[in-house]
């Protein structure tokens, strides 16, 4: 049992290991890691895992985040920028064809506009997630922001697509603490 | 049960070096696998940074090899944060038919992730990718865009192409790949929007620095060349000097207000003399004659002596002598008095005034009196003019010239700073000729923090 | 920098002006300084003027 959040067992034996249709696994360039431990708001969490998405300008990594009180989000690391986010009940969510660059939306209050759509699979898991099927052909995210720092994803990898929201965060405000090391750094 | 904590020590991730399938040199790769392209230095090869096999992308000619200005590898310190440079392009708009390139440098950390810098003529840019929309108007890409509280104004619109690379890249990056790229300026910031052949639009953020701030950032060696021209977010070195010389200004013309006004009070202006004569032009004798003598106290003052003649259509020249009775001190000085006046076809007219009015400098105390020696041509009659004498006159005219002086250097500051943003506005979309155009860039002025 | 040499040259200006009222300075020099002798409250005709006399007149149509 995990001393620090009492109730999400972390498993440091499930290595890093591909799935999908990858070749070899993308060069790991994420300063995060399992066990990597940070602050957002004034809760503290764990990274307790990961999935590793590529597209054809790179790739990013979803870390899967833990808080002490119990609750769960994503972290995600693209080139170094981060976020975090967390899946929202909305019943009524657009359509992928539907959901366009330019297109504005309103959740949470918050207008949102579609900056971005990518087209990406999945190619390495490693650790705790909340889910077991992951081998998945290409995904559609689409990618909205806010006039202030807020984030929202499409996930469109089943017919119903499931929305994240949160926000954009400093690293130096995520307060890392066990990340990785880098040669020269 | 397994326990949590590190309970393996997970290797730091090392820097990779590639072997380069066109021409079998190595690439060195500083980004930890973040770069998505890397171009190989000895063939100019893009390679694919995230393939293990490292396939060629593209292959290009480089007509002209760049150095960078900033070597690549080179570390410096930005905002309190280490970066490395890993990339260097060059990018070049077209505007009339003449190529304006730039340069673009790709710095990197590990946990911060990538930044960028921007060089052109010597002038340099901090730029950082924003993750917020700012506010811009849908559709009308001159329109003004707002972030953060402040305004930024459209400066430029061009199509930029991708002319030259070397080093690595957290993008797909082509020679010949464009992206139509906007600048809204509020200097010393500036807001860059790109729009790639996807359609997808990013924003970025850029500070202005000089070339002295990058050198000791990266402690590079020598000097970095003078920037030339005025660059569109440069701030202006003059508008904060031109704030402080009109509020410095405004001080000093309520001082020149208060001596003034204080000269005006403390200033006795005393009539001590008038007298009414006649000025017989017939009468061939002597006319000269000497008035009653006056006091004059105090300090060395002012004392205007005025003539107020009838005239009509005629003119008199007064003889004035101003004599200390007691030391013999004299003030010489004559005054003419004319005027004319009629009516014709375009109306009436007039020249001249019968009323002359003439101030003596600094005339200390004692007794005087006046000698006064009328003159005219004979036969214009009989001319009755009075002789008044004022002491302790305030002079005006040294609280206007004062006024002048202050305002001059002021408005010569002002003018600098017109200039200076009519020198920038000349290189945007905007530029036109005229002080109308000049003068409304100058209100665009500068956002000092 | 600037802004003190403005400073300093505007505090120049006003001491200027200051001392002009105080002096009594005018503008132009009108007139011209000379002694005469005490003969002149008695005999104003032998007045001699350091200009010499004036005949013509610079008004008119």
């Given at each position: ?37 940070g ?9 307790v895992?990961r ?10 990594n ?18 170094d ?13 657009p ?26 699979h ?12 992951w ?6 995210f689409v ?6 720092n807020?984030?929202a ?5 089943d017919?119903?697509?499931?929305l994240?929201?949160?926000k ?18 | ?12 991730v ?12 190595t ?13 190989c ?5 893009i ?6 096999n490292?396939?060629?992308l ?13 070597p690549?590898?080179?570390?410096g ?28 440098y ?36 001159t329109?003004?865009?707002r ?17 030259f ?11 010949g ?24 639009v990013?924003?970025?953020l ?19 060349s ?18 402080a010389?009109?509020k ?15 000269n ?6 005393k ?25 004059l ?24 002598a ?60 009989q ?16 609280f ?6 202050l305002?001059?250097?002021a408005v ?21 000729s ?16 | ?5 403005y ?18 300075w ?36």
């Amino acid at each position: 049992m995990c001393a620090f959040c009492k109730s999400i067992l972390v498993r440091t034996d499930v290595d890093l290991k591909k799935v999908g249709q990858v070749a070899d696994l993308p060069p790991d360039a994420s300063p995060l890691q399992i066990n990597t431990e940070g602050v957002y708001g004034n809760r503290s969490f764990v990274v307790v895992g990961r999935i590793i998405y590529q597209y054809d300008q790179g790739g990013w990594n979803e870390w899967h985040i833990v808080f002490n009180d119990g609750s769960d989000g994503w972290l995600s690391d693209a080139q170094d920028e981060y976020m975090i986010s967390f899946a929202k009940n909305i019943s009524v969510l657009p359509l992928e064809k539907d959901a366009k660059l330019g297109n504005s939306y309103q959740w949470d209050g918050i207008p949102f506009t579609v900056t971005s759509r990518t087209d990406a699979h999945y190619a390495g898991v490693e650790g705790e997630l909340p889910f077991e099927y992951w081998d998945k052909q290409d995904i559609v995210f689409v990618d909205l922001r806010s006039h202030k720092n807020d984030f929202a994803t499409l996930d469109y990898s089943d017919e119903t697509p499931v929305l994240y929201i949160g926000k954009a965060v400093d690293f130096d405000d995520l307060r890392l603490m066990n990340t990785r090391k880098f040669e020269g750094w | 049960m397994p326990e949590t904590g590190p309970g393996k020590t997970i290797p730091s991730v090392s820097v990779r070096s590639l072997s380069c399938p066109n021409c079998g040199g190595t690439v060195i790769v500083r980004s930890f696998g973040q770069a998505v392209t890397v171009v190989c230095g000895g063939c100019h090869s893009i390679l694919d940074a995230q393939d293990p096999n490292v396939q060629v992308l593209q292959k290009f000619k480089a007509a002209v090899k760049f150095e960078p200005l900033i070597p690549l590898g080179a570390r410096g310190k930005l905002r309190g944060t280490l970066y490395e440079a890993i990339g260097y392009q060059r990018r070049q708009i077209m505007v009339e038919g003449v190529p304006y390139s730039w340069a673009e440098y790709v710095l990197f950390n590990p946990y911060k992730g990538f930044r960028y810098l921007t060089e052109y003529n010597g002038h340099w840019n901090d730029v950082a990718p924003l993750r917020t929309l700012p506010d811009a108007t849908p559709g009308i890409w001159t329109a003004p865009v707002r972030y953060l509280g402040q305004t930024y104004k459209h400066f430029q619109t061009a199509e930029a192409q991708t002319v030259f690379v070397i080093g690595e890249f957290p993008w797909q990056v082509r020679v010949g790949e464009k992206a139509a790229v906007s600048d809204y300026v509020s200097p010393p910031r500036v807001l860059s929007s790109e729009t790639t052949e996807n359609k997808e639009v990013t924003w970025s953020l850029g500070e202005y620095m000089s070339g002295v701030d990058i050198w000791k950032a990266f402690s590079l060696s020598g000097q970095p060349s003078p920037p030339t021209g005025v660059y569109e977010n440069q701030p202006s070195p003059l508008s904060a000097t031109t704030k402080a010389i009109w509020k410095n200004c405004a001080l000093l013309l309520i001082g020149a207000v208060l001596l003034f006004v204080l000269n005006n009070v403390i200033s006795k202006d005393k009539i001590v003399y008038n007298n009414t004569y006649t000025f017989d032009t017939n009468d061939p004798g002597e006319h000269s004659f000497v008035t009653d003598t006056f006091e004059l106290t105090g300090r060395a003052v002012p004392v205007k002596v005025e003539t107020r003649a009838s005239l009509n259509n005629n003119w008199i020249y007064i003889n004035y002598a101003l004599i200390n009775e007691d030391t013999g001190q004299t003030y010489d000085f004559g005054r003419e008095v004319s005027y004319y006046s009629g009516y014709d076809s375009d109306g009436s007219w007039s020249e001249g005034s019968p009323h002359d009015s003439v101030v003596l400098p600094s005339v200390p105390a004692g007794h005087y009196y006046l000698r006064v020696e009328p003159e005219s041509d004979r036969g214009h009659g009989q001319i009755s003019y009075a002789v008044t004498v004022t002491h302790d006159h305030p002079v005006a005219a040294w609280f206007l010239i004062a006024l002048g002086l202050l305002v001059v250097p002021a408005v010569l500051t002002t003018w600098r700073s017109i200039n200076f943003e009519h020198r920038r506005w000349q290189e945007s979309d905007h530029a036109s000729s005229g002080l109308s155009s000049a003068l409304s860039a100058f209100s665009s002025g500068d956002n000092d923090d | 920098m600037i802004r003190r040499l403005y400073l300093i040259y505007g505090l120049a200006v006003l001491g200027g002006l200051g001392l002009a009222q105080f002096r009594g300075w005018t503008l132009s020099p009108v007139s011209q300084l000379m002694v005469s002798p005490k003969s002149v409250r008695d005999n104003p005709g032998s007045y001699r003027s350091v200009y010499g006399y004036y005949h013509h007149y610079t008004g008119g149509k």
